[in-house]
């Protein structure tokens, strides 16, 4: 396993943790991985408004060598009791275009960190197991990002990947909707609409009984964008995880998107009088230096970041936890009783212990879920 460079400082708006270095959060409205060159998007940055997938790849390379944080890491930061809950729950993902190698690059994850073989299953947007759409290997690193990442803290849980037909908004909106009709318990998207809450509707993102959640992108503090910015869907933000002595430790990652959304009538649960909508984000998880394996268009194993790491990650911890049919977008993050159960990471706090960018905090233990 990687061991990760511990930040000294703490991070608060301007800046972030990349390596060992301490950078700026953005530079001339640039994000801080992509002025430095820590990182590139996997899928093209898509004109505002429209849809794009939120994996990044990081600079150094490291094939054929397993490097990054793995799920011992995850499933040790946050108290997670991943060999023994999540069987039969289920965790779809939806993505857009087609990961051909989806399966056998996740039966690799998994096997080279003794996670067993997975109860995964892929879909068309109509529900149908072939026709899949066109490939892409953009999207196809987030597909095998968001099954790996599930994986890493529910094993047991079982996994749909339902692929949209294009990153169209009508397209996410169909496969969305579609991974409710299949019986999934948890619904989590690896992208977002930058500036835009009318890209999908969220009406299809509003399920009951079903929980939602939505990465919040990559590119500092903005106003939300769909789907993270539905008060109907957990807000997931992003941390550096840092190796401190014998313990683990996380800070803020500064380019984790997060804001106030005006235009998103505040939730009756959001209990804060600093934004007059919809605040976001309203948890975090781990989003820089994982450990990803895909063969589609990468060739191997290399790190990789973004809220897109994150997402995932709680997907599986609600799946953990079993209830998600009892929950409500990011409302249980909210209820004060919870926030013993998360870890403090927010910096600079808006109020007590909640920061745009990492809302209450990362998991500790399954108790705020």
Same mark, same amino acid.
């Given at each position: 396993m990687?061991?990760?460079?511990?930040?000294?400082?703490?991070?608060?708006?301007?800046a972030?943790?990349?390596g060992?270095?301490?950078?700026p959060s953005?530079t001339?409205?640039?994000?801080?991985?992509?002025?430095?060159?820590?990182a590139?998007?996997a899928?093209?940055?898509?004109?505002?408004g429209?849809?794009? *997938?939120?994996?990044?790849?990081?600079?150094?390379?490291?094939?054929p060598l397993?490097?990054?944080w793995?799920p011992?890491?995850?499933q040790?930061?946050?108290k997670l009791?991943s060999g023994?809950? $999540?069987?039969? &729950?289920v965790?779809?993902?939806?993505?857009?275009y087609?990961?051909?190698?989806?399966a056998?690059?996740?039966?690799?994850?998994?096997?080279?960190?003794n996670?067993?073989?997975?109860?995964?299953? @892929?879909?068309?947007?109509?529900?149908? &197991?072939?026709?899949y759409?066109?490939?892409s290997q953009?999207?196809?690193?987030?597909? +095998?990002?968001?099954a790996?990442?599930?994986?890493?803290?529910?094993?047991q849980?079982?996994i749909?990947?339902?692929e949209?037909?294009s990153?169209?908004?009508?397209?996410?909106e169909a496969?969305?909707?579609e991974?409710?009709?299949?019986?999934?318990?948890?619904v989590?998207?690896?992208w977002? *609409?930058?500036?835009s809450?009318?890209c999908?509707?969220?009406?299809?993102?509003?399920? @009951?009984?079903?929980e939602?959640?939505a990465?919040?992108?990559?590119? $500092?503090y +903005?106003?939300?964008?769909?789907?993270s910015?539905?008060?109907?869907?957990?807000?997931?933000g /992003?941390?550096?995880?840092s190796?401190c002595?014998?313990?683990?430790c996380?800070?803020?990652?500064?380019?984790a998107? /997060?804001?106030?959304d005006?235009?998103?009538?505040k939730?009756?649960?959001?209990?804060d009088?600093?934004?007059?909508g919809?605040?976001?984000?309203d948890?975090?998880?781990v989003?820089?230096?994982?450990a990803?394996y895909?063969?589609y268009g990468e060739?191997?194993w290399?790190?990789?970041?973004? =809220?897109?790491?994150?997402?995932?990650?709680?997907?599986g911890?609600?799946?953990?936890?079993?209830?998600?049919?009892?929950?409500?977008?990011g409302? =249980?993050?909210?209820?004060?009783?919870?926030?013993a +159960?998360?870890? +403090?990471? *927010?910096s600079? *706090?808006?109020?007590k212990t909640?920061?745009? &960018?990492?809302?209450?905090?990362s998991?500790?233990?399954?108790?705020?879920?």
């Open positions: 990687r061991t990760a460079i511990g930040c000294s400082l703490v991070i608060g708006l301007l972030g943790c990349v060992s270095q301490i950078v953005s001339g409205g640039v994000p801080a991985w992509e002025a430095t060159h820590a590139r998007r899928c093209p940055h898509a004109p505002r429209r849809a794009e *997938c939120l994996a990044l790849i990081e600079s150094a390379r490291v094939n397993v490097a990054g793995t011992a890491a995850f040790a930061r946050y009791p023994s809950k $999540g069987a039969g &729950q965790v779809a993902i939806v993505d857009a087609d990961n051909p190698d989806v056998s690059d996740l039966a690799q994850y998994r096997s080279e960190f996670l067993g073989t997975a109860e995964f299953y @892929k879909y068309n947007q109509d529900g149908d &197991q072939g026709g759409p066109a490939g953009g999207w196809g690193v987030e597909i +095998d990002l968001d790996e990442m599930v994986s890493a803290t529910c094993p849980c079982t749909y990947l339902v949209a037909n990153s169209d908004g009508s397209d996410l496969a969305e909707v991974a409710v009709k299949l019986g999934a318990h948890i989590t998207n690896s977002i *609409c930058y500036d809450i009318s999908v509707d969220s009406r299809d993102f509003a399920h @009951k009984g079903v939602y959640l990465a919040t992108g990559d590119e $500092g +903005d106003e939300p964008g769909a789907p910015a539905f008060d109907s869907v957990a807000a997931i /992003g941390t550096v995880l190796q002595g014998s313990q683990y996380e800070t803020p990652w500064a380019d998107g /997060g804001g106030c005006t235009g998103v009538k939730p009756k649960w959001q209990h009088k600093v934004c007059a919809r605040a976001a984000a948890a975090s998880a989003a820089w230096n994982v990803e895909d063969s060739s191997g290399f790190e990789v970041g973004g =809220t897109s790491v994150a997402a995932p990650l709680l997907a911890v609600f799946g953990l936890a079993g209830n998600a049919a009892r929950q409500e977008g409302r =249980t993050f909210w209820q004060r009783a919870h926030h +159960d998360l870890y +403090d990471i *927010c600079p *706090c808006l109020f909640y920061g745009y &960018q990492t809302g209450w905090g998991p500790d233990g399954l108790g705020a879920f």
